[in-house]
């Protein structure tokens, strides 16, 4: 089963500051990664498919990027509306599909 | 436009049985995979299994193979989660959401699963 590690835990910015998250696969899984932001109380919402492509209503500071096995989230300029958990998703010859353990932008 | 609504919370006590909903519209429901996701308190996200409606093909992570079982009725566009004897450990927050080539999509709104000892 491929794991998915995301870095860091927990990161904490201000709003107007740039934010990067990693996501790093054990194995390749192509291009084949979604992120999806949760925020409390909330169903997760996609963001990023196919590793660097945003889905339909997704502001264009948030930025995908990566194939193989490393990947990135950067979010430019954070909004105070930006703030939750980030997961990363691997959907490359599902199943399974696994998630990584998420970042909390703080 | 494209929904999947969930049924309501639940409250339990180990041992019962429970059977949650998915009910999806605005697309042809048969046509897409839906899965389950657990999220216990405070913790992350849990892929359970995925049902593709319109033939029942089911597959398991293997880490609720046994637990819990998926079905899905093509004709009213529902997709189902059951237990057969519940557990303290399954209090968690249960969502469904569409698989597609782009990953999951759409969500469910949740069901918040709280077992009682």
């Known amino acids: 089963e491929i794991v998915l590690t995301q870095s860091p835990a927990t990161l904490s910015l201000s709003p107007g500051e740039g934010a990067t998250l990693s996501c790093r696969a054990s194995?390749?899984?192509?291009?084949?990664i979604a992120w999806y932001q949760q925020k409390p109380g909330e169903a997760p919402r996609l963001l990023i498919f196919?590793?660097?492509v945003r889905a339909t209503g997704i502001p264009a500071r948030f930025r995908g990027s990566g194939s193989g096995t490393e990947f990135t989230l950067t979010i430019n300029s954070l909004q105070s509306e930006d703030f939750g958990v980030y997961y990363c998703?691997?959907?490359?010859?599902?199943?399974?599909?696994?998630f990584g353990q998420g970042t909390r932008l703080e | 436009e494209v929904y999947l609504v969930q049924s309501g919370a639940e409250v339990k006590k180990s041992g019962e049985l429970l059977k949650i909903s998915c009910k999806g519209s605005?697309?042809?429901?048969?046509?897409?995979?839906i899965a389950w996701v657990r999220q216990m308190p405070g913790k992350g996200l849990e892929w359970m299994g995925i049902?593709?409606?319109?033939?029942?093909?089911?597959r398991y992570s293997p880490s609720f193979q046994g637990e819990v079982t998926i079905s899905g009725d093509k004709t009213s566009s529902y997709a189902y989660l059951q237990w057969s004897s519940l557990k303290a450990s399954d209090t968690a927050t249960y969502y469904c959401?569409?698989?597609?080539?782009?990953?999951?999509?759409?969500w469910g709104q949740g069901t918040t699963v709280s077992v009682s000892s």
């Open positions: 605005g697309y042809i429901f048969s046509r897409y995979w």
């Open positions: 196919d590793a660097s």
């Open positions: 194995q390749s899984v192509t291009t084949k």
């Open positions: 998703q691997h959907y490359n010859n599902w199943p399974p599909i696994t």
């Open positions: 959401a569409r698989m597609t080539d782009q990953g999951l999509d759409v």
């Open positions: 049902i593709y409606p319109d033939d029942s093909d089911t």
